[in-house]
């Protein structure tokens, strides 16, 4: 039997926390961030976390299940 691999693309913008909970970064805050309000950059900053309905998805491509 062959190993699985991770999905390279999804070991980049994922990463798993101590309570097994999967986050990654916001979009929409790499240029162009003069028109948008300082709000909304604030809160680009803190990692998102992925949705439970996306949740076993995002573990198949980490190799997770």
């Not at 097994?20 to 805050?29: E, S, V, Y």
């Amino acid at each position: 039997m062959p190993k699985v691999k991770t999905n390279s693309s999804a070991k980049k913008r994922f990463k798993v926390t101590g309570g097994g909970k999967i986050t990654f970064q916001k979009a929409f805050k790499r240029h162009i961030l003069t028109k948008k309000s300082t709000k909304r950059k604030r809160h680009m900053r803190k990692p998102g976390v992925v949705a439970d309905a996306n949740l076993h998805f995002v573990k198949r491509l980490l190799g997770m299940k």
